[in-house]
């Protein structure tokens, strides 16, 4: 659940990947330990539970990955919920849905998501989120990215884990 690049909207709803550190751009660690994916996620305990199975379905799969394997321990010291949800041992894999968000500046937004694994490499999927046409939410994903344009936008290099 490592992001590995993205683009500015997602940047500018998602808490600014852009600032921290390549190893904390890592999805499950921010809906399990950040404070802020609580707010941001309106179904948040539904959003968390998906990724702990989400990642239970990982570790089926690659059982002796080092970096996996510490990302386990420390989720399972700092949140209780990644705790309750592992012993669940429910596994996922979702191939498109809805997440609806809560954001900051521009409100409620319902997106759809769709993932795509490429042939050559299975372990890595692009996600694309998009609104439906003419809804509200797309009037705030626009609205989101025109707030974004004003925001001074920091210079960051997308780098790609080997």
């Not at 539970?49 to 002796?64: K, N, Q």
């Not at 890595?124 to 990215?145: E, K, M």
Request: proline fraction near 7%.
């Amino acid at each position: 659940m490592d992001v590995l690049a993205f683009n500015d909207l997602f940047r500018a709803l998602y808490a600014d990947f852009s600032k921290r550190p390549p190893r904390d751009r890592n999805m499950a660690r921010f809906i399990l330990l950040d404070p802020a994916a609580r707010d941001l996620y309106a179904d948040w305990p539904k959003v968390a539970r998906d990724v702990v199975a989400t990642l239970r379905l990982y570790a089926g799969s690659h059982p002796h990955d080092r970096e996996f394997t510490e990302l386990i321990g420390e989720l399972s010291l700092h949140s209780d919920m990644f705790r309750r949800t592992w012993c669940e041992h429910a596994v996922l894999r979702h191939s498109k849905g809805m997440k609806r968000f809560v954001h900051p500046v521009v409100g409620a937004l319902s997106l759809n998501y769709e993932t795509f694994q490429p042939t050559e490499d299975p372990d890595q999927t692009l996600v694309i989120f998009h609104a439906d046409r003419g809804s509200p939410s797309a009037d705030a994903l626009r609205l989101l990215g025109a707030w974004d344009a004003t925001e001074p936008s920091p210079p960051y290099k997308a780098t790609l884990d080997a």
